[in-house]
Structure formats: structure tokens, C-alpha cells
């Protein structure tokens, strides 16, 4: 019975490549598909750097006091204003009317006494540097509670989707269909419109129509993968040794089918902060004057004739905000082709 | 082919209660005072809210509210119907001050100008793109156009369209934003401007004036481009795919082994199957043209549905929002079904899964 049977040839060989492989602690942990997308993710030059993109948005967003001290610390996501005239003004401009505390940081750097606005002023002085630097903060906080929420109702209502099967995954599919019908920028702008007057204006009715509207496509995704994963064997093994379903579904199904989603989620993160931005730039959301780089640049709707003079209203938070989204995208495209099956096996 | 489109006539009904249901729930977050403008014409007059609320039973239980929103309410002495979407009739517009559904049909004409003239230089040069991207593939070209492509992703319209309103309206002056040149505005809407189509391009030509079609079509420059620039990324990377996997293919060794020559192989023998999942994209984008384009519309100040959508829910103006949404959603539903139908009829492979 214990005898083991060599296969015939030549045995150093295959011992030998046998014990080549090591197999990391990281690799036990996370299995070897999943493994093989996390080591897909720090190959590729195109992922490296964003990884490089994210990590410097993620220390803007960290230092933001330091970089940019608030005036009034309790609301910090207030830009500033250095009086009300509706000029915008040039970079490098005197700061007039209470100013902020300046950091350590600035003299040493700027060799300058006084605090200027660094990348001017916004029509009604708003200072563009400040909301550039907060907008970060911003981003992440909106992108990171989005993106969590859709994954969990994506997550839930796809799996229950397709576990129960029958009638229930057919319910919820509808639902999923009709959801889909309006374009998502047309759907989340008429909820925000809706909620504005309900809870007022705040990141939170944007947020809402965001995740209200933004969990379909992993509920798909999960549901494709459950759908496979809940006939293999040790679920059934689950299901003889008498588990309640629930804890068939969450100890066992959700957790060997959740990975791509969960990777897939987190790379959301740019396409929601473009679509906040997008509607905070059409004036939906959040009052005038929140730091949100799609705030500032709505500024410069007013402007538009006089851009040519005004350029660092558009250009300073379109930087940010294509540098932040474009982080995120590198990262997808990479894991595009590791999740991609023809990709298999050549990573 | 026949249960195919029976099949997927099915889904229709099924969609438009869903979308109604979808609009109608989102409705109930107003009170019952907002939702009589619904049916009230202009400023409400005294009593006419609280008519129009026993009227239309707009404290009633939420089923027969919901059928009232659908049919409406016929006068039984004069027999006139009033409100009912089912009818075309999608409430006043406060912002607009006309009803909503007029609103949207002085509004679409300019949109399906816009989509118009925006197809060809979207769709093909993107296809045309992603097929040179294939056929080099791993060139120059391909890797230029797989840049392009994740730049064109995360460069968002309204960042571009802003900094192409810098240089070409700012700086050169050579395209302005908006419609129409004033004074031409003013001819059009003179009674010697005859409006044969709604269209203005069309209608201008058909009026013998070159001169407001130039114009037209110098306000539509930037738009078109923003357009062409955000959806050329997603073409090109569909095409390329597809190109590529169809280059692979068997069938295409066989055409290059009998000796056809290169631009035969590509372009008679790879090409047109390669092209089976982008059609299904071009239809999708040309839908989603027609649905009104928000960001790029209201950057370029275009007076077309989707600007007047985002002006009308940037003032909270819940009741036109909601019309401009259901019309929308009517013209997705159809419009997709026609895609869908259009797609089975050139690829077989999808009637008989």
C-alpha cells in the first residue's frame, strides 16, 4: 500500500525540478491562481509605476496638514478664501486676508516669508493649491468607501445569486438588468438630484447614487465564479457533514471565489473618483467650495474665454487628477492580461 | 433566427416596467406638494396644488399612484387627458418653464445633429486605429496606440475638453463653444429659416445657407473631438483584440499560403470577421451618442438633452431630471434591442447559443 510508484526515466531530473520550486509562505496563503495575479501585479514596468503614482497620492493625502495647513482645523475639506472678488488670480499671488499658518516646510524650501497662493486663486479666491493638496484626501475617501461598499452588495447579492439558483438568482439578475438599463453617469447624477434635498449637500448623496448604481458588474463576476466553485467537492463534503447554508456560503464558497473581484474592486477605485469628479464638476454634490479637484476645476466654467490668462485653474487639478486615475489604470491593465486565461501560464 | 427575436422581445416589456418602477421609486423622495408640479402648469395658483393632489391621488396607496403616473387622468367632463408618461406627458419643467417634454424635443434635435456628424470620425477612425495597432503588432504603432490608450482612460472628457476650449477657443479663437453664432441664431429663428428636419445642419443646407452650416459645424468641432478622443481608447483596444485573435486564426495562414496578397489577407479575409464584436460596440456608442453625452454637452455649453440633464439636476430640478431619465432609458431599450437583433443577423454563432 505505501509503496510509491516512480514514474521510469531519469529520476535526478524530475527530483530536481521538483525541489526548484519553493513555494513562499504568501503563496500557501493565497493559493497558487491567486499567487500568480499578485506576482502578475509587480512585473510589468506599466504596473511598477502605478504603484509609484499611487503610493505618492497616498503620501499627498497622509501629509495634507503638513503640506497644506487648514484654517479652521474642524472643517478642513473648506478651501479657504482670501476674500470674495471674483477675479481669479495669478500664482505665486500675496495672500492677503487670513492667511493660514505656515509650515515648517515653506521657508526652507520657497525661501519666502509670506504664504502665497502657490497655484493662485479660483474665482472667488478660492486657493487652488489648497484644494489640490485636500482633494486628494478627498479622492481616496470617496473612492475607497464606493468601491467597499459596491464590493460587499456585489459581493452579497451575487453569491446568494448564485447559490440559491432558481427563482431568487433570477429576481436579482432582473433587478441587475434594469439597473443597467440608464447609463451610469445619467442614473447616479438623477439619484444625487434626488438626495441633495433629502440629506443636503454633502459628499453623501454622490457617494450613495455611486454605490447604488455601481454594484451590478461584481455581482455579475462573483456570481460567475460561485457558479463554478459551489460543485466542487469539498463544498458538497461541507454540505454531508450537516453545515448551515450561510456558512457554506461564507466559510467556504465566498472566501475560494472572491480574489478577482476583490483585485478587480480595488483598481475601481480611479474610474469612481473620475465619475465624483465628473459630477461635482457638473455642480451635483458637494456645496461650492469643497476641496474635490472636480470642484476646483468647475471653477473654471466661468472663465472659459479667458482661459489663456487663467490656465493654472484647469491645469493643476487635471494633473492631480489624471496622475491619480492613471495610477489605478496602469495597475488594471496589468492584471487585464494576468486575469486574462489565454495569459496562463506565461507569467 | 425568429425565437431569437421573440426571445429578446420578451425582455422589452419586462425592461420599460422595470425602468418605470426604477423612476416612479425615485419619485417617491419627493412630498406630495412637489409631485402635484407634475401636473401643475406654471406657477401653481392658490388651490391648484392641493387640486392636483386629490386629483391625481398623490397620498393614495403607491399602487395606484404609480398607475395614475403611467395613464394619467381623464377630465369626464371635457374628455381631455392630463399627465400620464405613458403619453408623452412627463410634467412641467421648472427651470426649463415649458413642459419637460417639450424641453426635450426642441433639445434631442441638437443631440442627433451632434451624433450625426460624431459616428465617422468615431467609430471608424477607431476601428481604423485598432487595426493598424494589430496589424504592427508590437511596433511602433502599437505601442504608441497602447499608450494612447491608457492615457485616453484616465484623462478625463472634462479635463480635455476644458484644456481644448483653452487653446483653440482662448488662445487661437478658432472654435467657440455653444450652437450657433448670434447672428445666425437670429436667422433660424426667423419664419424664412424653414425647420424641414429639425436638424440644423441639414436644414440649413436644405435653405441654401452654406454659411450657418460652416458655422454649425465650426461650433460642433470641439465636441466631436472630446467625443472622438474618449471613445477611440475603447475602440482601439477592442478592435486590436479581436484583430489580433483573428490574425492567430487558421484560416488566415491558409490565405496568406495560397499567396493572397498582405492587404487582401487583412483587409477581405481577417477584417470582416474581426469586426463581429466591435459592431456590437459601435452600435452600443452611437446609442449611447443619442442619449445625450452630460459632460461633453455641458462643457461646450452644446444646448443638447444631456446639458439640459445636468443643468436641470445641478438646480435640483427633480421632475425634469426624471423625464430627461425616462426618455433616455426609452430610447436605451430600443435601441438596444435593435443592436442585439442587428448582431444576431451578422453572427450566427450568438442566435444559436
Known amino acids: 500500500m505505501t509503496q510509491v510508484t516512480t514514474p521510469s526515466g531519469n529520476n535526478e531530473l524530475l527530483g530536481a525540478a521538483v525541489a526548484m520550486r519553493k513555494i513562499s509562505r504568501l503563496e500557501r496563503f493565497l493559493g497558487p491562481e491567486n499567487y500568480r495575479i499578485v506576482q502578475g501585479l509587480f512585473k510589468t514596468p506599466a504596473s511598477i509605476s502605478g504603484f509609484t503614482l499611487i503610493f505618492f497620492f497616498i503620501l499627498i493625502a497622509i501629509a495634507a496638514p503638513v503640506l497644506a495647513p487648514p484654517v479652521n482645523p474642524n472643517d478642513p475639506y473648506k478651501i479657504p478664501r482670501d476674500g470674495f472678488k471674483s477675479q481669479p488670480r495669478e500664482m505665486g499671488a500675496e495672500w492677503t486676508k487670513n492667511p493660514p499658518e505656515i509650515p515648517f516646510w515653506y521657508k526652507a524650501v520657497t525661501g519666502n516669508d509670506e504664504w502665497v497662493h502657490l497655484f493662485g486663486t479660483a474665482q472667488g479666491q478660492y486657493d487652488i493649491y489648497y484644494g489640490v493638496i485636500w482633494g486628494t484626501r478627498t479622492a481616496f475617501k470617496t473612492g475607497l468607501i464606493v468601491v467597499l461598499s459596491t464590493l460587499l452588495l456585489g459581493v452579497l447579492v451575487g453569491a446568494v445569486s448564485a447559490y440559491y439558483g432558481g427563482l431568487i438568482d433570477n429576481i436579482l439578475m432582473r433587478i441587475v438588468d434594469v439597473l443597467m438599463v440608464l447609463p451610469s453617469l445619467m442614473a447616479t447624477l438623477i439619484l444625487a438630484a434626488v438626495l441633495t434635498p433629502v440629506i443636503g449637500r454633502s459628499t453623501l448623496p454622490v457617494m450613495i447614487s455611486l454605490i447604488v448604481f455601481g454594484w451590478m458588474g461584481y455581482a455579475r463576476i462573483i456570481r460567475g465564479d460561485i457558479l463554478s466553485v459551489k460543485e466542487r467537492d469539498y463544498v458538497l463534503a461541507a454540505r454531508v457533514i450537516g453545515n448551515k447554508d450561510s456558512r457554506i456560503l461564507f466559510r467556504h464558497i465566498i472566501p475560494n471565489a472572491v480574489f478577482p473581484t476583490l483585485v478587480l474592486a480595488s483598481l475601481a477605485i480611479g474610474d469612481v473618483v473620475l465619475s465624483f469628479a465628473a459630477l461635482s464638476f457638473l455642480g451635483i454634490g458637494v456645496d461650492v467650495g469643497y476641496a474635490d479637484w472636480g470642484q476646483v476645476l468647475a471653477f473654471a466654467r466661468n472663465w472659459i474665454t479667458s482661459l489663456d490668462t487663467y490656465w493654472f485653474i484647469i491645469v493643476w487639478p487635471g494633473i492631480a487628477l489624471v496622475l491619480y486615475v492613471m495610477g489605478f489604470n496602469l495597475l488594471g491593465d496589468a492584471l487585464r492580461d494576468v486575469l486574462d486565461p489565454r495569459m496562463r501560464g506565461k507569467v | ?353
Not at chain 2, 161 to 166: A, C, E, N, R, V
Request: net charge neutral.
Open chain 2, 1 to 353: 433566427m425568429l425565437t431569437y427575436i421573440i426571445r429578446r422581445l420578451m425582455l422589452v416589456p419586462f425592461l420599460l416596467f422595470g425602468v418605470t418602477i426604477l423612476i416612479f421609486g425615485m419619485l417617491q423622495f419627493l412630498d406630495p406638494v412637489e409631485r402635484a408640479s407634475l401636473y401643475v402648469r406654471g406657477d401653481p395658483k392658490a388651490n391648484q396644488i392641493d387640486a392636483a393632489i386629490t386629483k391625481y391621488c398623490l397620498d393614495c396607496p403607491i399602487h395606484i399612484q404609480y398607475f395614475n403616473w403611467l395613464i394619467g387622468h381623464v377630465d369626464s367632463t371635457t374628455g381631455v387627458r392630463e399627465g400620464g408618461i405613458l403619453f408623452g406627458d412627463f410634467g412641467w419643467s421648472k427651470t426649463g418653464s415649458q413642459p419637460v417634454a417639450d424641453l426635450i424635443a426642441r433639445r434631442f434635435p441638437n443631440t442627433l445633429d451632434l451624433t450625426l456628424w460624431a459616428v465617422g470620425p468615431v467609430i471608424l477612425v477607431g476601428i481604423w486605429l485598432g487595426v493598424q495597432a494589430a496589424v504592427h503588432h508590437n511596433g511602433i504603432i502599437d505601442q504608441a496606440a497602447r499608450v494612447f490608450s491608457i492615457v485616453g482612460t484616465s484623462f478625463p472628457s472634462f479635463v480635455f475638453g476644458l484644456l481644448m476650449l483653452m487653446f483653440f477657443y482662448a488662445n487661437l479663437g478658432w472654435f467657440p463653444p455653444g450652437r450657433l453664432t448670434d447672428d445666425f441664431n437670429r436667422v433660424v429663428g426667423s419664419d424664412q429659416f424653414i425647420r424641414y428636419t429639425t436638424l440644423l445642419t441639414i436644414d440649413s443646407l436644405l435653405n441654401g445657407r452654406i454659411d450657418i452650416f460652416l458655422d454649425a459645424l465650426r461650433h460642433m468641432v470641439m465636441p466631436i473631438l472630446t467625443l472622438s478622443y474618449i471613445s477611440w481608447a475603447t475602440f482601439l483596444r477592442v478592435t486590436r483584440s479581436s484583430m489580433l485573435e483573428t490574425l492567430r486564426q487558421e484560416y488566415v495562414t491558409t490565405a496568406r499560403a495560397k499567396g493572397l496578397s498582405e492587404h487582401d489577407v487583412i483587409h477581405k479575409h481577417a477584417k470582416p470577421n474581426a469586426m463581429l464584436p466591435v459592431v456590437t460596440l459601435a452600435g452600443f456608442t452611437v446609442v449611447g451618442l443619442m442619449g445625450g453625452v452630460i459632460i461633453t454637452e455641458t462643457v461646450f455649453d452644446y444646448p443638447g438633452i444631456g446639458s439640459a440633464a445636468a443643468q436641470a439636476s445641478a438646480q435640483l430640478d427633480v421632475i425634469t431630471v426624471l423625464g430627461f431619465a425616462l426618455f433616455n432609458g426609452l430610447i436605451l431599450i430600443v435601441a438596444n434591442l435593435v443592436v442585439d437583433i442587428l448582431y444576431a443577423m451578422v453572427d450566427p454563432r450568438v442566435r444559436l447559443s
